[in-house]
């Protein structure tokens, strides 16, 4: 099981905001790192640190964390957004282990 | 530019063993961590193991522990992922990553993330 919790899936309006969340203990001492993935393709990163895109990442993209929970969200979302997100961190136990959350559907409506 | 290129996956037999690589070009290979990541059919993304720059400090996640040996040379740009006993559940793509972890004081917190990811090499354990 997953140290890392993900809604499964989740739905937004072409041009709407919607925000993954990504609750786990390791997020007390880790900031999240989120990764895009569409179908056929490596993932890619798009937030990590308090709030850090890549180099290409569009800024609709943005990340915020608060005690055990990081956020994901995603302002004025694109058809090309659509995609599996995941978090990861630490693992909690301090064995310095990696783990990722079980990952969010973003569908585009 | 910085480019992870998989190799070395293919389709084995339960019990059987697999050796993949990863060549790394476009950075200093011997600075950084490196990890493998899996991802099942359908399914989502698995940490598997990870290695330090000097090969000092190597981690695996407990289903791989015993049966899985990561290891690299530096002197190749290359990280490798032995994989023996192989089960039909570690049938996935797998993907090296490079890691960056570091504590940034600016925001009093520690950042851990994967910033390069390779294409991934399919392994499949069927018999």
């Known amino acids: 099981s997953s140290e890392l919790t993900q809604d499964p899936a989740v739905s937004v309006a072409l041009g709407q905001t919607v925000r993954i969340t990504c609750q786990g203990d390791s997020l007390r001492s880790y900031y999240a790192s989120w990764y895009q993935q569409k179908p056929g393709q490596a993932p890619v990163l798009v937030i990590y640190?308090?709030?850090n895109r890549p180099s290409g990442i569009p800024d609709r993209f943005s990340g915020s964390s608060s005690g055990n929970t990081a956020s994901l969200t995603i302002t004025g979302a694109q058809a090309e957004d659509e995609a599996d997100y995941y978090c990861n961190s630490r693992d909690s136990s301090g064995s310095h282990l990696g783990v990722f959350g079980a990952g969010t559907k973003v569908t585009v409506l | 530019e910085v480019q992870l290129v998989e190799s070395g996956g293919g389709l084995v037999k339960p019990g059987g063993s697999l050796r993949l690589s990863c060549a790394a070009s476009?950075?200093?290979?011997?600075?950084?961590?490196m990890n493998w990541v899996r991802q099942a059919p359908g399914k989502g993304l698995e940490w598997v193991s990870s290695i330090s720059s000097s090969s000092s400090y190597i981690h695996y996640a407990d289903s791989m522990k015993g049966r899985f040996t990561i290891s690299r040379d530096n002197g190749k740009n290359s990280l490798y992922l032995q994989m023996n006993s192989l089960r039909a559940e570690d049938t996935a793509v797998y993907f090296c990553?490079?890691?960056?972890?570091?504590?940034?004081?600016?925001?009093?917190?520690?950042?851990?993330?994967?910033?390069?990811w390779g294409q991934g090499t399919l392994v499949t354990v069927s018999s």
């Open positions: 990553a490079r890691e960056m972890e570091y504590f940034d004081s600016s925001v009093v917190g520690r950042l851990y993330y994967f910033d390069y």
């Open positions: 640190g308090k709030n």
């Open positions: 476009g950075f200093t290979f011997s600075s950084y961590s």
